[in-house]
């Protein structure tokens, strides 16, 4: 079977290749992709898939004896991921690019080169598990004893095709973080040790505000900062530099004050107290299925006869979030309201929402509030 692995220069796509070889079967491609230019990299930072990541893939894929190629995708990535990335702030969102990379560059472009090059299958280093379960299934990853895994990375996937299932291979998805540094060390992997990437790939200084404004496009907003009931407190230093949640520097308004909403129509920025920030309910666009009609939940029923009325799961809000009990129905076509059991924390527009059935991933969208 011909797969390509996506490879980024760190240790798990390295591992992904190594274990996959180790179970044999398979004709192996290292794929570099080519997303930005090397000069945005700031000295000491944590990013990946720069051009300076394919030297260093080059020579893991010469220690395993596989080909390696290197994809431009530079300017597919500036209007599917950056572009976005952008107008989302502009809107007074708060994008991440790192869903938007996974669903629209390596399992929409990637996949799409793969299939015209005759690759039946595509393989990446991410933490997760697709399981021929009644059904192909996107799944929680796991440790090698089963239990719940840290590491897990299901939540930046949920945006992958249903069709695309039986032919994404996750290598990774029953590994523990340490096993597959110790593995790659045995095999001497000279990244067997490399830090995880902390930042955004194409702003690893973290500083997204001046990466913003550097766009020839962009027009600041300016406006002030209110409290939830409209009094006016102060100007503000610019609307792109605020999401909701925010704490630190905002300046000083009398009481612990938290960001709880933007309006991007008058640039102003809304500030509470942190009670103010947790919400019952969200509406959700973008909505991505991972299930079919025949899906048969824990509590009964089938993906079709439960959206006819009302569909209750768990729900993740951020990467980091813990799992909310949660109802959903449908407004219309891809557009959901959700309902959740408890209040949940500074729910924000442009960040993803991604439903569970225990550790099944039913699919997920773009909250709006």
């Known amino acids: 079977m011909n797969v390509i692995v996506a490879m980024s220069g760190g240790v798990d796509s390295s591992a992904a290749v190594m274990y996959l070889q180790d179970r044999g079967g398979y004709d192996l491609?290292?794929?570099?992709?080519?997303?930005?230019?090397?000069?945005?990299?700031?000295?000491?930072?944590?990013?990946?898939?720069?051009?300076?990541?394919?030297?260093?893939?080059?020579?893991?894929?010469?220690?395993?004896?596989?080909?390696?190629?290197?994809?431009?995708?530079?300017?597919?990535?500036?209007?599917?991921?950056?572009a976005k990335f952008r107008g989302g702030y502009v809107r007074g969102e708060t994008p991440n690019p790192c869903v938007d990379c996974n669903n629209r560059i390596k399992f929409k472009y990637l996949f799409d080169r793969?299939?015209?090059l005759?690759?039946?299958?595509?393989?990446?280093?991410?933490?997760?598990?697709?399981?021929?379960?009644?059904?192909?299934?996107?799944?929680?990853?796991?440790?090698?004893?089963?239990s719940e895994n840290p590491k897990d990375q299901s939540y930046v996937l949920y945006g992958i095709p249903k069709r695309l299932l039986?032919?994404?291979?996750?290598?990774?998805?029953?590994?523990?973080?340490?096993?597959?540094?110790?593995?790659?060390?045995?095999?001497?992997?000279?990244?067997?040790?490399?830090?995880?990437?902390?930042d955004i790939c194409f702003v690893p200084d973290g500083d997204y505000a001046e990466f913003i404004r550097q766009s020839p496009e962009?027009?600041?907003?300016?406006?002030?900062?209110?409290?939830?009931?409209?009094?006016?407190?102060?100007?503000?230093?610019?609307?792109?530099?605020?999401?909701v949640g925010q704490r630190r520097g905002l300046g000083s308004f009398g009481f612990p004050a938290y960001v709880v909403r933007k309006d991007a129509a008058t640039g102003?920025?809304?500030?509470?107290?942190?009670?103010?920030?947790?919400?019952?309910a969200c509406t959700v666009r973008d909505v991505n299925w991972l299930i079919g009609e025949g899906y048969?939940?824990?509590?009964?029923?089938?993906?079709?006869?439960?959206?006819?009325?009302?569909?209750?799961?768990?729900?993740?809000?951020?990467?980091?979030?813990?799992?909310?009990?949660?109802?959903?129905?449908?407004?219309?076509?891809s557009t959901l309201r959700v309902e959740f059991a408890a209040p949940v924390r500074a729910l924000t527009p442009g960040q993803h929402i991604v439903f569970y059935d225990g550790?099944?991933?039913l699919g997920g969208g773009v909250i709006q509030v």
Not at 224 to 237: A, C, I, Q, V
Not at 313 to 329: E, M, N
């Open 29 to 82: 491609i290292g794929v570099t992709l080519n997303l930005y230019d090397s000069e945005r990299i700031v000295e000491g930072c944590r990013s990946c898939c720069s051009a300076d990541d394919a030297i260093a893939v080059a020579a893991v894929c010469a220690r395993l004896g596989i080909r390696h190629y290197v994809y431009n995708f530079k300017n597919v990535f500036e209007r599917e991921v950056i």
């Open 359 to 361: 550790d099944t991933v």
């Open 218 to 243: 962009f027009r600041e907003q300016w406006g002030g900062f209110y409290d939830t009931d409209g009094n006016y407190f102060m100007p503000h230093t610019g609307f792109i530099n605020y999401t």
């Open 166 to 198: 039986p032919r994404i291979l996750f290598p990774l998805g029953g590994k523990s973080k340490a096993t597959v540094r110790a593995d790659a060390l045995s095999r001497g992997f000279e990244n067997h040790n490399k830090p995880d990437s902390q």
């Open 114 to 116: 793969a299939e015209s």
């Open 296 to 333: 048969n939940f824990n509590d009964g029923g089938s993906l079709g006869s439960v959206l006819d009325g009302e569909l209750h799961c768990t729900a993740k809000t951020r990467y980091k979030a813990r799992d909310t009990d949660c109802a959903v129905t449908v407004l219309s076509g």
């Open 268 to 280: 102003n920025v809304y500030v509470g107290a942190d009670r103010e920030l947790y919400g019952s």
């Open 118 to 146: 005759g690759v039946e299958c595509l393989a990446t280093g991410h933490y997760a598990r697709i399981e021929d379960d009644n059904g192909w299934k996107l799944k929680r990853a796991v440790t090698e004893d089963g």
